[in-house]
């Protein structure tokens, strides 16, 4: 196999932000609304582009295509056990040193950022749910929906607050390591208010 020229990595390369630019776009409801045929069609589209656009390499030597699923329900576990544990240890070990999350209104760089994204975002939250559904992907490249609820813990000033999200990630893999994720979706937000003592 010919390796790819530098004028072909660019193109892709290209190609991957402007996909990227349209999934960013769009507007995610939550995964748990009814969603209609044609808008499914759309984000099932757009994220086999997505991972065809970024794909920098030629095929593996293999004759079948290698699946990531294996290295994402991994990735889940970690995951699940850093929110829930503070153990982030084997999530660590899944991630690049220099890292990037693209995500909304936010930048994430390195894992130590990661890291005390999570660290520091544990004891503001209580009741977290997550779920996350493996979608497609291939080599080093895959998708996955996340779902989330939890309510961040108030004070004083400001009442707690019952949060959702709905969540579509894009993960690029490298030496068998997360390098690089976009996300794209939206939450919802609902304050919650004392109630009212009843007058006897």
């Known amino acids: 196999m010919i390796p790819e020229t530098t004028a072909k990595l660019e193109e892709r390369q290209a190609l991957a932000q402007l996909v990227y630019a349209s999934i960013k776009s769009t507007d995610l409801t939550a995964l748990n609304q009814s969603r209609t045929f044609d808008e499914m069609k759309t984000l099932t589209l757009l994220t086999l582009v997505f991972i065809f656009a970024t794909s920098c390499s030629g095929p593996p030597a ?12 991994k990735y889940i576990a970690a995951e699940d056990k850093a929110w829930g544990t503070g153990d ?16 909304p209104g936010l930048e994430l760089k390195g894992w130590q950022a990661h890291e005390d994204y999570i660290v520091h975002g544990r ?5 977290l749910k997550q779920h996350w559904t493996y979608l497609t992907g291939e080599g080093n490249h895959f998708a996955m929906a996340y779902e989330s609820s939890s309510r961040l813990i108030g004070d004083k000033k400001t009442p707690p607050v019952d949060t959702s999200n709905s969540y579509l990630f894009m993960f690029r893999l490298k030496d068998n390591q997360v390098a690089e994720i976009w996300v794209n979706g939206s939450s919802t937000k609902t304050e919650i208010k004392p109630e009212k003592q009843k007058k006897k």
């Open 123 to 127: 004891p503001t939250v209580e009741n």
């Open 62 to 73: 293999s004759t079948e295509p290698t699946s990531p699923k294996p290295f994402a329900e």
């Open 88 to 103: 982030v240890s084997e999530l660590k070990a899944l991630e690049a040193n220099d890292v990037v999350f693209h995500m």
